[in-house]
């Protein structure tokens, strides 16, 4: 396999310092910069939306790892792409026509991914992935930091990987929630670790490192 990818979640940092935060995690190894944006709809919370994506795309030398967590995201796909999003992730459960969505986000320059929840069986996203720059499996309920790691969503990992392996396809895979360096072990076949408060916690570099070491 090949180096593993991390991708900090700003969910876990100090929200009135993200500059500050985005240039310390980026000094101290990260690859990408993982945005969460909930709508209090599709999840019971409320963070950040387009105008806070476009800043920190002005501070950020990394990719920004948009993760969608908001109802109808047809709706709001193109100011994302446009404020910045390099990676541009929607939930499979929050829209009709998730393929329609997938392709209106590469058609718009965006690499696009596609998610889903832990009570969502994997057949649902298999058949996107040739639509697919990215899959992302949550390893918790989203909507919150700091959650216990599910480990009965690793088979997904697994299934994920035979199937990109016997397309031949080019998506990469990346788990969210619960992630430190013991749970990272367990997700080898992933390619992208997301991780907010393990990261966050106290020492960004040793915590980073240990996640690419995984
Ligand atoms: C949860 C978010 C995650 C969250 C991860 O809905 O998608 O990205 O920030 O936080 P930790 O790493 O603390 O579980
Ligand atoms: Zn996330």
């Known amino acids: 396999p090949t180096k593993k990818l991390v991708a900090p979640s700003i969910l876990s940092a100090d929200f009135a310092n993200l500059e500050k935060e985005i240039k310390a995690v980026t000094e101290a190894g990260a690859d990408w910069i993982h945005v969460d944006v909930m709508d209090g709809h599709f999840v019971p919370n409320i963070t950040i939306g387009i105008p806070v994506v476009k800043s920190l795309k002005k501070v950020s030398s990394i990719p920004l790892d948009v993760h969608l967590m908001i109802e109808e995201p047809e ?7 446009k ?71 690793i088979a997904k990992i697994s299934a994920l990987r035979s199937e990109i392996e016997k397309h031949q396809l080019n998506c990469l895979i990346e788990v969210d929630g619960g992630i430190n360096a013991e749970t990272a072990k367990l997700c080898h076949e992933a390619d992208v670790f ?21």
């Not at 709706?75 to 792409?81: M, S």
């Not at 541009?88 to 929050?94: F, P």
Request: with cysteine.
């Open 83 to 153: 404020a910045g999003s390099d990676y541009l992730t929607i939930h499979v459960e929050s829209t009709k026509d998730p393929a329609a969505v997938l392709k209106q986000i590469r058609a718009l320059g965006a690499k696009a991914g596609i998610t889903l929840r832990p009570r969502t069986a994997v057949s649902e996203v298999l058949p996107l992935l040739p639509l697919c720059d990215l899959v992302l499996v949550m390893t918790v309920e989203p909507g919150f930091g700091g959650q216990s790691f599910m480990h009965d969503q």
């Open 194 to 214: 997301v991780a907010g408060s393990f990261v966050f916690g106290k020492d960004y570099k040793k915590a980073i490192v240990e996640l690419k070491e995984g």
């Open 75 to 81: 709706k709001y796909i193109e100011q994302f792409v």
